[in-house]
């Protein structure tokens, strides 16, 4: 059988590794897909590098707009990454009937929506596992290996930048600052780090990993982003010993009046295999109604994790794309005229439980007059520490785990907290889900 | 578009589980699969449980051979079990050009060479994903999701019966034969529980994912099973001080020479998740070239979680049956003409490190006549405890975990062992997997 010809558009880390995967696995590869894979052109500005790594017989380009538009090309892969150029360019090679392999989680939670449709009117497909969770086949899981299941909800360590500093502040007992040069030496981090470490690289990936599961929009703009930037040391180490680990979490919930959609720190049971998903490693659990939990875990970014996913999308397209649209698994897995227009609901609506430690004057009744806040605004607790005060020190800290309430109901329980004249400044507030 | 017609085999626990679970989330997997997907036939012997269990409206009767061959009938599920008239039946379906989908794992472990080719011959498609491990979508993950890889190996643990009796065990320090009793009694272990603590059951589902992973044919016959009948609660407890777990792994492993496919309790490091994998949960660890390790886990039996599976596959075959047999993921992950014939090597040429525990005269220079066995045969100690000898006893023991060697140098030097006077009985040996 004839040959796929793939146009390559990006020659980095990942365009290098998709390169390498598919020369050294090239039999085994064939042997599955049944036809031959073959990147024929790479488009890179530095032309240097593409020639460097793409080798004799390929095509190398500084025009990525004429990849996209070239006749001999079946698939395009995205990896310019950004929502930019690499927009444009994937509308372009959509509206030339070109199937498009793209790593671009910004791109498709911020533009999805454009994507998609534009792709289903062309009879194109777009997919896209490598944009969550690297080599982990958690698309293909939640699109079509659940598909059985109403999916309730999704919790995941998607982001390994943050889960590595995590580790390490909680190994080490170190403070963020440090482990995060630590990272950044050891290449876990970029020069600039923010769009790990401040959530929103786990919040484009959550965003994607909601619209598949839950047969919703991607609604990015409306996730709830924190990231781990503010997070003490000494919380680490409290829910280590009330039995918890802080972890980054994505999370995606899905309720009868609008889905959560949201990233940040989070207490997590250490018994849990989620809580020991330690460095930079990936997983991502998903409770549905029929298969209960079911839990996904590999190495979410790297050159070669990141192009064993992006291969395995050129093998589906390669078996599927003369085949009528039909036949396909819809691009956000439920069929377009089916997605809900469920909203996400805004942070103060969430439903989950908390960590929270305040200093304290170290004198009768402070415990008293908080846990009648507490009881009053129907936040009931589950633990409770309060330490001895230090020698010669006249305040302390309460440390408390909540039950569940809604996330409003605990705002306005730690205004009337903080407003206690014995409460010494804001209250540290961590989210914590049971996952169970 | 028209609904999909299905004629169901079988209607216990799954069959039930499978009714409910495509009534409960119709609308779901309707927006997903893009047309209704209904039961109209069921067959059983028991025709009283069959019609209580379908309801009204689906056709029910006890003559399973005339589904097969009912013209309405777009695809048939097989969920009666074993390889007798089960076998009769899948090969009928195929025959009468009908999508076949089963759980059948012992069906396909042994004569699945057999019905894949029928069903090639045939061009339907026969779908397996709730053969192994319940609702894990791990079939699917090897098949498709990993396939731009050299899958090297597979470690599993692939029997939630055996997994919640080895767990029960080490948690409460109790003995096999009153854990299995606990689990009788609890539903987690059958009346007669040979085929699961034997490892037949295990060897079953791993010989079918060593077929998808590497790409060889079905060889069951040729595995090495071993269960944990014969497991004593003192090695859970000597493993545990050395920071293991003893897990019953169904392991398959590519080599150059050949495959190795055995299932045999396995000493893994307690740090790994594998290890952490409690009670009746399952979970599967793939190592490949390009991803590295990966992980997938969750329920591995039980009428929703195979549900689950049984129904994934039923939204495959719903969009691709009408499509061109070029356009479906082969049945066994590799082209039927690229099957490579491999064979499974011998449990002698398997290549692993042990944990063995011997009993030996307390006195001077018995470790240094065993330890010089050991260094002549080239097995070298990872770790070592000497018991001291109980009060008033003559012997005590001696533990050890040995570096990875080939199987039949551990058979010799632990044949020389057992033959020195001072040491008494046969040497307990159980292997052991770093799995890195």
């Given at each position: 059988m004839k040959a796929i010809n793939v146009g390559l558009l990006g020659i980095g880390t990942v365009g290098g590794g998709t390169f390498n995967v598919l020369k050294r696995n090239e039999e085994e590869i064939t042997r599955r897909a049944g036809r031959s894979i073959r990147i024929t052109t790479v488009a890179d500005k530095n032309l240097e590098l593409a020639r460097k790594v793409a080798g004799p017989g390929v095509k190398v380009t500084d025009d990525a707009f004429a990849v996209v538009a070239d006749p001999d090309i079946d698939i395009v892969v995205e990896l310019i990454g950004g929502y930019g150029v690499a927009r444009q360019l994937v509308l372009a090679a959509i509206?030339?009937?070109?199937?498009?392999?793209?790593?671009n989680k910004a791109l498709l939670a911020v533009h999805g929506n454009e994507i998609f449709e534009a792709a289903?009117?062309?009879?194109?497909?777009?997919?896209f596992e490598a944009a969550v969770a690297g080599g982990i086949p958690i698309i293909k899981a939640l699109r079509e290996g659940l598909s059985a299941n109403r999916i309730e909800w999704i919790a995941g360590i998607i982001n390994g930048t943050t889960n590595f500093i995590l580790s390490e502040m909680r190994d080490k007992g170190l403070p963020f600052a440090e482990v995060l040069k630590e990272a950044q030496a050891l290449g876990y981090a970029e020069a600039d780090p923010t769009f790990d470490i401040e959530g929103h690289d786990a919040a484009h990936k959550a965003t994607i990993m909601s619209a598949i599961a839950f047969g919703v929009p991607m609604q990015f703009e409306a996730a709830h982003i924190e990231g781990i930037t503010c997070l003490d040391s000494v919380d680490i180490a409290y829910a280590e010993q009330l039995g918890y680990r802080?972890?980054?979490?994505?999370?995606?919930?899905?309720?009868?009046?609008?889905?959560?959609?949201?990233?940040?720190?989070?207490?997590?049971p250490g018994k849990r295999l989620l809580a020991n998903v330690e460095g930079a490693m990936n997983?991502?659990?998903?409770?549905?109604?029929?298969?209960?939990?079911?839990?996904?875990y590999g190495k979410g970014a790297g050159a070669e994790p990141t192009a064993s996913a992006v291969i395995a999308d050129l093998v589906d397209v390669t078996r599927l794309h003369t085949a009528d649209p039909e036949h396909r698994v819809p691009h956000l897995a439920f069929q377009p005229d089916q997605v809900r227009d469920l909203k996400v609901l805004p942070i103060s609506e969430i439903i989950t439980s908390y960590y929270l430690r305040m200093r304290v004057d170290d004198k009768p009744g402070v415990l008293a007059d908080i846990t009648r806040i507490l009881?009053?605004?129907?936040?009931?607790?589950?633990?409770l520490i309060q330490k001895e005060a230090a020698e010669g020190e006249a305040q302390t800290d309460i440390i408390m785990l909540t039950h569940k309430t809604v996330e409003k109901n605990a705002d306005a329980a730690l205004a009337l907290i903080e407003a206690l004249p014995v409460v010494r400044g804001r209250v540290t507030r961590i989210r914590m889900e049971n996952l169970q």
């Amino acid at each position: 059988m004839k040959a796929i010809n793939v146009g390559l558009l990006g020659i980095g880390t990942v365009g290098g590794g998709t390169f390498n995967v598919l020369k050294r696995n090239e039999e085994e590869i064939t042997r599955r897909a049944g036809r031959s894979i073959r990147i024929t052109t790479v488009a890179d500005k530095n032309l240097e590098l593409a020639r460097k790594v793409a080798g004799p017989g390929v095509k190398v380009t500084d025009d990525a707009f004429a990849v996209v538009a070239d006749p001999d090309i079946d698939i395009v892969v995205e990896l310019i990454g950004g929502y930019g150029v690499a927009r444009q360019l994937v509308l372009a090679a959509i509206d030339n009937g070109k199937h498009v392999v793209t790593a671009n989680k910004a791109l498709l939670a911020v533009h999805g929506n454009e994507i998609f449709e534009a792709a289903q009117k062309r009879g194109v497909m777009v997919a896209f596992e490598a944009a969550v969770a690297g080599g982990i086949p958690i698309i293909k899981a939640l699109r079509e290996g659940l598909s059985a299941n109403r999916i309730e909800w999704i919790a995941g360590i998607i982001n390994g930048t943050t889960n590595f500093i995590l580790s390490e502040m909680r190994d080490k007992g170190l403070p963020f600052a440090e482990v995060l040069k630590e990272a950044q030496a050891l290449g876990y981090a970029e020069a600039d780090p923010t769009f790990d470490i401040e959530g929103h690289d786990a919040a484009h990936k959550a965003t994607i990993m909601s619209a598949i599961a839950f047969g919703v929009p991607m609604q990015f703009e409306a996730a709830h982003i924190e990231g781990i930037t503010c997070l003490d040391s000494v919380d680490i180490a409290y829910a280590e010993q009330l039995g918890y680990r802080i972890k980054l979490l994505g999370i995606a919930r899905m309720r009868e009046e609008g889905i959560e959609l949201r990233v940040h720190p989070t207490l997590v049971p250490g018994k849990r295999l989620l809580a020991n998903v330690e460095g930079a490693m990936n997983a991502v659990l998903v409770q549905a109604d029929a298969v209960g939990a079911t839990l996904y875990y590999g190495k979410g970014a790297g050159a070669e994790p990141t192009a064993s996913a992006v291969i395995a999308d050129l093998v589906d397209v390669t078996r599927l794309h003369t085949a009528d649209p039909e036949h396909r698994v819809p691009h956000l897995a439920f069929q377009p005229d089916q997605v809900r227009d469920l909203k996400v609901l805004p942070i103060s609506e969430i439903i989950t439980s908390y960590y929270l430690r305040m200093r304290v004057d170290d004198k009768p009744g402070v415990l008293a007059d908080i846990t009648r806040i507490l009881a009053d605004s129907g936040l009931s607790i589950e633990a409770l520490i309060q330490k001895e005060a230090a020698e010669g020190e006249a305040q302390t800290d309460i440390i408390m785990l909540t039950h569940k309430t809604v996330e409003k109901n605990a705002d306005a329980a730690l205004a009337l907290i903080e407003a206690l004249p014995v409460v010494r400044g804001r209250v540290t507030r961590i989210r914590m889900e049971n996952l169970q």
